[in-house]
């Protein structure tokens, strides 16, 4: 269709004003898929004015929707205006780059270091429009001015103080329209500038006089002590106490924080209230009598109230370790804990904040993560609010060009499509506008959000260090730089919002403070009653006695349940046969296996109310095809789960296959049980072997978080374990790292053997008042071993043995010469071994818990055994490995005097074990005779 011929169609058609939205929602769908709308409307959406000239210098993921965004709002100004002038084109095309790039020329950078090119598309000339045309009106299309039309002079103006003033937006690469829009909105409307009244910003000033002063006080006081100072990026704190103000305006009831060393001391201070003379007394070397080791200060959390309009927010900043940025999942999991026992599914009630390092955020593979778990069923949380207070640094002695191949350190978002605002850290209104923004994203979209607060580093990494030795250009910079709270207060003292005598009244009343030891927040309310009561959960041991018995009756009732699913629910042939045997096994016409036992566990203590949480790699499958806790319906791929319909008023029962990560997850999971006490929480790796990727969560939080910070967590995790010559990544869990990791009763490890021992041990951990983790080498090839089996009677009893004597009758007591001790699979070798040979001079000792070591179970099993001179400890794994090292000393005190011990097993070895089954096999064989003595 020739243009003026469309023109004038349009011109004259019923379709102009009004009907504009119904066109641009045709469009919409035409753009998706052209054949989706008429042929008529094809063939005029096919001849719309095609843009000129421009150029595709973005990001893949943003060409399509720059496109789409331009001739959409070209083709509204054909039908509102009734022309195609090519310059209005233009003017639409100039929105559009300030939206995509306007950022790239943002005045961010408080020290004006950054030397970044003029963007060409942000030029007049680039459009072929130049200041001749800035008296002449255009439509300016969805710029949210207010107005349809105005002159190309004052949107030039405009879009420039949107996008190039000290608020960087980007937000182009999302997909979402209606999300962009949104932002659009927020800021166009204002023109990036904030609305504050002289109370907000008196407020604003106070935070950071607050920083500022806190920061010059500890380094009058205790000079060259490390305290990783805010000063540079002090408007962090006037954000922080913003975000927990709107929030809880808003209905938010809790805020959990999670960041690293830079600051963490001011905000403990400023936001959350600490009182400063304790905070003296630790630089002092003061403390209050500790139970453990402690951990220095800047690791350290806090949790108190701080008063809003909408009420008491509760304050949790969560410990962390030097780890930098494996407090993120921990917090995550800790929001999670507590959006569920609210009973909130949104987000709305709990906030998750999480403050990074510039260098941090760029480089640590756990924030990817995190985000990837972001919106995925086990691990949502509404969105977080990210802030990376960019000291442009780094860690050390490092630059941009160092740290990072992105042009931001932020670029990791936008995996998550989530907005990011970079802003002048020197420019407090700015992020104040920023931080309100981000909030209400992430509130109405329940999406993450991120604020790259740019600003510098006043000091080294830390008040000991030299800067100038390796950023000399900087920091003769910074010397020279005046102080956020001198440049905001000078402002409101020339706006004449706030003169500067009151500014001095301020500091010299926060010096007052701190002299006085008096908390300096005026939100500060002390907490009124904690989120959970532990009180229930404090000061037991692992031999603490408990009653976990349970009527048989209850149990066969149970079983059934768990059995059973809908006539019409049509399960894969494998799955059904394993219900049609756990239908046997409730009748009591077969043994129950190690799923079935499993399955009841989580069953009984779901009928008691108490909630069960599983997450990990296949685990509502089970990565040995054991657990089908989940039953897909293979018509329509309904799921069933057995165990969310034991009764009306059970717990809450759900199981996930998590993301494809070990640290994560695991760390999400700590965060979770740190904060729920109640009910049990599983983490579960799909081969025991991978939960080294999780190493640093095992070292710094799981098996010292109580020593260091009295943070108790009753946590179990399974982890797959078994010789079975799978290969050296496939076979150990690793069992000697852990038990090196054990000290003062810190966590528990295990190595149950039966379906009944593992039914007890977990309902041991829920009905026990003791919450410490659990370590579980679970099976593989036990999972339907013939002699791996139990009765419903035996679960019944509630009792997890953490020593199992000899159960062969013909093993009589006087005619035993040699006792092995062992823990789990090698145990049915042995077994199985034993009675081949006709051994009746041996007796097998299994030890299902190997720590705490169960010193009293296994002295009373060896009272029958006195005059037996050789005892041996058999091990599948290599003698480096395992059990041995970390062990031997249980054993040989639990022996009786004059005896020797000895070891049967693999010799040393620096993997984990062989690759090829013959071998594998000849070596299992081996170490079996020798701890049998036999040939």
Same mark, same amino acid.
């Given at each position: 269709?020739?243009?003026?011929?469309?023109?004038?169609?349009?011109?004259?058609?019923?379709?102009?004003?009004?009907?504009?939205?119904?066109?641009?929602?045709?469009?919409?769908?035409?753009?998706?898929?052209?054949?989706?709308?008429?042929?008529?409307?094809?063939?005029?959406?096919?001849?719309?004015?095609?843009?000129?000239?421009?150029?595709?210098?973005?990001?893949?993921?943003?060409?399509?929707?720059?496109?789409?965004?331009?001739?959409?709002?070209?083709?509204?100004?054909?039908?509102?205006?009734?022309?195609?002038?090519?310059?209005?084109?233009?003017?639409?095309?100039?929105?559009?780059?300030?939206?995509?790039?306007?950022?790239?020329?943002?005045?961010?950078?408080?020290?004006?270091?950054?030397?970044?090119?003029?963007?060409?598309?942000?030029?007049?000339?680039?459009?072929?429009?130049?200041?001749?045309?800035?008296?002449?009106?255009?439509?300016?299309?969805?710029?949210?001015?207010?107005?349809?039309?105005?002159?190309?002079?004052?949107?030039?103006?405009?879009?420039?103080?949107?996008?190039?003033?000290?608020?960087?937006?980007?937000?182009?690469?999302?997909?979402?329209?209606?999300?962009?829009?949104?932002?659009?909105?927020?800021?166009?409307?204002?023109?990036?500038?904030?609305?504050?009244?002289?109370?907000?910003?008196?407020?604003?000033?106070?935070?950071?006089?607050?920083?500022?002063?806190?920061?010059?006080?500890?380094?009058?006081?205790?000079?060259?002590?490390?305290?990783?100072?805010?000063?540079?990026? $002090?408007?962090?704190?006037?954000?922080?106490?913003?975000?927990?103000?709107?929030?809880?305006?808003?209905?938010?009831?809790?805020?959990?924080?999670?960041?690293?060393?830079?600051?963490?001391?001011?905000?403990?201070?400023?936001?959350?209230?600490?009182?400063?003379?304790?905070?003296?007394?630790?630089?002092?070397?003061?403390?209050?009598?500790?139970?453990?080791s402690g951990d220095v200060k800047y690791h350290m959390g806090y949790s108190s109230d701080?008063?809003? #309009?909408?009420?008491?927010?509760?304050?949790?900043?969560?410990?962390?370790?030097?780890?930098?940025?494996?407090?993120?999942?921990?917090?995550?999991?800790?929001?999670?804990?507590?959006?569920?026992?609210?009973?909130?599914?949104?987000?709305?009630?709990?906030?998750?904040?999480?403050?990074?390092?510039?260098?941090?955020?760029?480089?640590?593979?756990?924030?990817?993560?995190?985000?990837?778990?972001?919106?995925?069923?086990?691990?949502?949380?509404?969105?977080?609010?990210?802030?990376?207070?960019?000291?442009?640094?780094?860690?050390?002695?490092?630059?941009?060009?160092?740290?990072?191949?992105?042009?931001?350190?932020?670029?990791?978002?936008?995996?998550?499509?989530?907005?990011?605002?970079?802003?002048?850290?020197?420019?407090?209104?700015?992020?104040?506008?920023?931080?309100?923004?981000?909030?209400?994203?992430?509130?109405?979209?329940?999406?993450?959000?991120?604020?790259?607060?740019?600003?510098?580093?006043?000091?080294?990494?830390?008040?000991?260090?030299?800067?100038?030795?390796?950023?000399?250009?900087?920091?003769?910079?910074?010397?020279?730089?005046?102080?956020?709270?001198?440049?905001?207060?000078?402002?409101?003292?020339?706006?004449?919002?706030?003169?500067?005598?009151?500014?001095?009244?301020?500091?010299?009343?926060?010096?007052?403070?701190?002299? /006085?030891?008096?908390?300096?927040?005026?939100?500060?309310? #002390?907490?009124?009653? %904690?989120?959970? $009561?532990?009180?229930?959960?404090?000061?037991?041991?692992?031999?603490?006695?408990?009653?976990?018995?349970?009527?048989?009756?209850?149990?066969?009732?149970?079983?059934?349940?768990?059995?059973?699913?809908?006539?019409?629910?049509?399960?894969?042939?494998?799955?059904?046969?394993?219900?049609?045997?756990?239908?046997?096994?409730?009748?009591?016409?077969?043994?129950?296996?190690?799923?079935?036992?499993?399955?009841?566990?989580?069953?009984?203590?779901?009928?008691?109310?108490?909630?069960?949480?599983?997450?990990?790699?296949?685990?509502?499958?089970?990565?040995?095809? %054991?657990?089908?806790?989940?039953?897909?319906?293979?018509?329509?791929?309904?799921?069933?789960?057995?165990?969310?319909?034991?009764?009306?008023?059970?717990?809450?029962?759900?199981?996930?296959?998590?993301?494809?990560?070990?640290?994560?997850?695991?760390?999400?999971?700590?965060?979770?049980?740190?904060?729920?006490?109640?009910?049990?929480?599983?983490?579960?790796?799909?081969?025991?072997?991978?939960?080294?990727?999780?190493?640093?969560v095992f070292d710094q939080f799981i098996s010292s978080g109580e020593q260091k910070w009295?943070?108790?967590?009753?946590?179990?995790?399974?982890?797959?374990?078994?010789?079975?010559?799978?290969?050296?990544?496939?076979?150990?869990?690793?069992?000697?790292?852990?038990?090196?990791?054990?000290?003062?009763?810190?966590?528990?490890?295990?190595?149950?053997?039966? #379906?009944?021992?593992?039914?007890?041990?977990?309902?041991?951990?829920?009905?026990?008042p003791m919450r410490r983790p659990l370590i579980v080498m679970s099976p593989k090839s036990?999972?339907?071993?013939?002699?791996?089996?139990?009765?419903?009677?035996?679960?019944?009893?509630?009792?997890?043995?953490?020593?199992?004597?000899?159960?062969?009758?013909?093993?009589?007591?006087?005619?035993?010469?040699?006792?092995?001790?062992?823990?789990?699979?090698?145990?049915?070798?042995?077994?199985?071994?034993?009675?081949?040979?006709?051994?009746?001079?041996?007796?097998?000792?299994?030890?299902?818990?190997?720590? #705490?070591?169960?010193?009293?179970?296994?002295?009373?099993?060896? /009272?029958?055994?006195?005059?037996?001179?050789?005892?041996?400890?058999?091990?599948?794994?290599?003698?480096?490995?395992?059990?041995?090292?970390?062990?031997?000393?249980?054993?040989?005190?639990?022996?009786?005097?004059?005896?020797?011990?000895?070891?049967?097993?693999?010799?040393?070895?620096?993997?984990?074990?062989?690759?090829?089954?013959?071998?594998?096999?000849?070596?299992?064989?081996?170490?079996?005779?020798?701890?049998?003595?036999?040939?």
């Amino acid at each position: 269709m020739p243009e003026g011929v469309m023109k004038a169609w349009l011109e004259s058609s019923h379709l102009s004003g009004a009907n504009t939205a119904y066109i641009e929602e045709l469009y919409e769908s035409y753009l998706d898929n052209s054949q989706s709308v008429s042929e008529e409307w094809r063939a005029v959406f096919d001849d719309l004015p095609k843009i000129e000239g421009a150029e595709v210098e973005y990001r893949h993921s943003e060409i399509r929707d720059e496109f789409r965004e331009l001739a959409q709002q070209a083709h509204k100004t054909v039908v509102v205006s009734g022309g195609s002038d090519a310059k209005q084109v233009k003017v639409l095309q100039l929105i559009n780059a300030f939206r995509f790039r306007g950022h790239q020329n943002a005045n961010i950078d408080p020290l004006g270091l950054w030397q970044r090119e003029k963007v060409r598309d942000l030029q007049l000339s680039h459009h072929e429009l130049s200041e001749n045309d800035f008296d002449r009106e255009f439509n300016v299309g969805s710029f949210a001015c207010g107005q349809e039309q105005m002159k190309l002079g004052d949107l030039y103006k405009a879009l420039s103080k949107t996008y190039c003033g000290s608020i960087g937006a980007e937000y182009m690469h999302m997909t979402s329209t209606e999300e962009k829009r949104w932002l659009q909105q927020r800021l166009e409307s204002v023109q990036s500038k904030a609305q504050l009244s002289v109370s907000q910003k008196e407020e604003v000033l106070k935070g950071l006089i607050a920083a500022d002063g806190l920061e010059k006080y500890l380094g009058a006081k205790f000079p060259g002590a490390k305290r990783f100072s805010l000063e540079g990026g $002090d408007s962090l704190i006037p954000m922080l106490k913003e975000l927990i103000t709107r929030a809880g305006t808003h209905g938010t009831k809790e805020v959990v924080f999670g960041m690293a060393h830079r600051g963490r001391l001011n905000v403990l201070v400023n936001v959350m209230g600490k009182n400063p003379s304790k905070l003296f007394d630790e630089f002092a070397g003061k403390h209050d009598d500790l139970v453990g080791s402690g951990d220095v200060k800047y690791h350290m959390g806090y949790s108190s109230d701080f008063v809003t #309009p909408g009420g008491n927010v509760h304050l949790a900043l969560a410990f962390n370790p030097s780890h930098l940025e494996i407090v993120n999942p921990v917090v995550m999991g800790s929001v999670r804990a507590r959006l569920d026992r609210r009973k909130c599914n949104e987000g709305d009630l709990v906030l998750p904040i999480t403050i990074h390092g510039d260098s941090a955020i760029a480089g640590q593979g756990v924030v990817q993560e995190t985000f990837n778990m972001s919106q995925a069923r086990a691990f949502k949380v509404g969105g977080s609010i990210r802030i990376v207070v960019n000291n442009q640094v780094g860690f050390t002695t490092s630059n941009q060009a160092d740290t990072r191949s992105g042009e931001y350190c932020t670029e990791i978002a936008k995996m998550v499509q989530a907005p990011i605002f970079h802003v002048n850290g020197d420019d407090p209104e700015a992020v104040i506008l920023a931080t309100q923004i981000a909030l209400d994203f992430r509130n109405k979209f329940k999406r993450d959000v991120v604020i790259d607060l740019v600003c510098y580093r006043r000091h080294g990494h830390n008040e000991a260090d030299e800067p100038n030795a390796t950023q000399p250009l900087m920091y003769q910079k910074v010397k020279k730089h005046p102080t956020p709270r001198q440049m905001y207060a000078n402002q409101l003292d020339e706006e004449g919002s706030v003169k500067i005598e009151r500014a001095n009244e301020l500091a010299e009343y926060y010096r007052t403070l701190l002299d /006085e030891g008096q908390c300096t927040v005026e939100q500060y309310r #002390p907490m009124t009653e %904690h989120s959970v $009561d532990w009180t229930p959960f404090l000061e037991h041991d692992w031999d603490d006695e408990y009653d976990a018995s349970i009527p048989h009756d209850e149990i066969k009732a149970l079983a059934d349940k768990v059995a059973s699913y809908p006539d019409d629910h049509s399960l894969n042939s494998r799955v059904k046969k394993i219900y049609d045997d756990r239908k046997k096994m409730a009748n009591g016409e077969k043994l129950l296996d190690w799923g079935f036992a499993e399955n009841l566990a989580y069953a009984a203590i779901v009928k008691d109310g108490q909630r069960v949480r599983i997450t990990g790699q296949d685990s509502a499958r089970g990565t040995f095809f %054991h657990r089908h806790a989940a039953l897909h319906n293979q018509k329509d791929a309904s799921v069933y789960y057995p165990l969310q319909n034991i009764s009306e008023d059970q717990g809450p029962f759900n199981v996930y296959d998590s993301v494809l990560s070990e640290v994560s997850v695991l760390a999400f999971e700590y965060g979770y049980t740190t904060a729920e006490p109640n009910g049990l929480t599983v983490w579960e790796a799909q081969f025991g072997d991978f939960a080294n990727c999780a190493q640093v969560v095992f070292d710094q939080f799981i098996s010292s978080g109580e020593q260091k910070w009295g943070r108790l967590c009753g946590l179990t995790m399974l982890l797959p374990h078994g010789y079975e010559g799978q290969g050296p990544e496939h076979s150990s869990a690793r069992l000697e790292r852990f038990l090196q990791l054990c000290a003062d009763h810190n966590m528990q490890v295990c190595v149950p053997s039966t #379906p009944a021992q593992v039914f007890n041990m977990l309902r041991r951990q829920v009905v026990r008042p003791m919450r410490r983790p659990l370590i579980v080498m679970s099976p593989k090839s036990l999972l339907r071993h013939s002699l791996a089996v139990s009765s419903l009677d035996d679960l019944a009893t509630g009792v997890f043995q953490n020593v199992i004597g000899e159960i062969d009758e013909d093993i009589i007591a006087k005619d035993v010469d040699r006792v092995v001790f062992c823990s789990g699979k090698v145990y049915y070798e042995l077994l199985e071994q034993r009675r081949k040979n006709e051994q009746t001079n041996v007796a097998i000792i299994r030890i299902e818990q190997l720590y #705490p070591f169960p010193e009293k179970e296994l002295a009373v099993e060896l /009272e029958q055994y006195q005059h037996v001179k050789q005892f041996v400890w058999c091990q599948e794994e290599p003698q480096n490995q395992g059990a041995w090292y970390c062990s031997q000393h249980h054993f040989r005190q639990a022996i009786p005097d004059g005896t020797y011990l000895t070891y049967a097993g693999r010799k040393a070895s620096a993997a984990p074990a062989v690759g090829y089954m013959s071998v594998h096999v000849k070596e299992q064989q081996a170490l079996v005779n020798d701890a049998l003595n036999a040939k």
